[in-house]
């Protein structure tokens, strides 16, 4: 009598469903449409069906948990992270990740590793402190001007970003006072994306969600690019 043969098991395959899933104790808000959309902007290609059915690999679960932890912590637009993982599927370690983000590249269509060591932070003011080199009497004049907020006594990355920025230029003799244009300027050019994704904000589905987010952040960094060479263009004309 011939002795059975061991099952063979081949790359596990799963459908949409199964894929959020797996993903929703992290992404609880992930659904089938941001899926789509990602797949849309080229960051994952599952196989198909002869009948067109999206069939997922284990490696294209990963590459959605990179994305979507990139885009939750480090507030990367989806660009900066395709490149990433371009340069991933080369077999390159990509340069300039974020702090935190460790990537083991494998070869092209492997599993990919990726293991994502950071959470959205909170810091402490002590915290905020030692990390931005800031004074205690800076950081109050940037709580009182409205340059940085926080939340149940602790602040986020955007506050930790911004001092940062207020203490080299408390270097060069500007102090919070003066950097309130910096303020207004951002509160009219937040207007401006609020304007030009609203069409899509008005839609509830998720891939519309998705969609605003995206051109929201890539509007932001066109005017951040628009803003420099203004201000570069008005140097290159001072008298000195």
Do not use: W
């Not at 269509?109 to 003011?125: F, N, W, Y």
């Amino acid at each position: 009598m011939a002795m059975a043969q061991p099952e063979r098991r081949g790359p596990q395959v799963l459908n949409i469903g199964e894929v959020l899933a797996q993903l929703s104790d992290d992404f609880p808000n992930m659904t089938a449409s941001k899926i789509r959309f990602l797949e849309e902007k080229g960051l994952i290609n599952p196989q198909r069906t002869p009948a067109g059915y999206r069939q997922y690999s284990d490696g294209d679960v990963e590459r959605l948990r990179f994305v979507l932890a990139l885009q939750r912590d480090q507030y990367l637009p989806l660009k900066v992270i395709k490149d990433y993982l371009d340069a991933i599927d080369r077999g390159e370690r990509p340069e300039n990740l974020p702090p935190g983000v460790n990537v083991s590249p494998r070869i092209v269509s492997d599993v990919l590793a990726v293991e994502l060591q950071t959470r959205v932070r909170r810091l402490s003011e002590e915290q905020l402190r030692a990390e931005s080199g800031a004074s205690v009497p800076l950081l109050q004049s940037l709580l009182s001007f409205g340059l940085i907020s926080h939340a149940n006594g602790t602040f986020d990355e955007h506050a930790l970003q911004v001092a940062r920025a207020c203490v080299q230029l408390e270097s060069h003799g500007l102090e919070p006072r003066h950097l309130r244009p910096f303020q207004a300027a951002a509160e009219r050019e937040f207007g401006l994306v609020e304007r030009a994704v609203a069409t899509l904000t008005s839609r509830k589905d998720a891939a519309s969600q998705a969609r605003a987010a995206e051109a929201a952040r890539e509007i932001s960094d066109i005017c951040l690019s628009l803003h420099r060479a203004l201000v570069q263009d008005r140097i290159s004309r001072m008298d000195i």
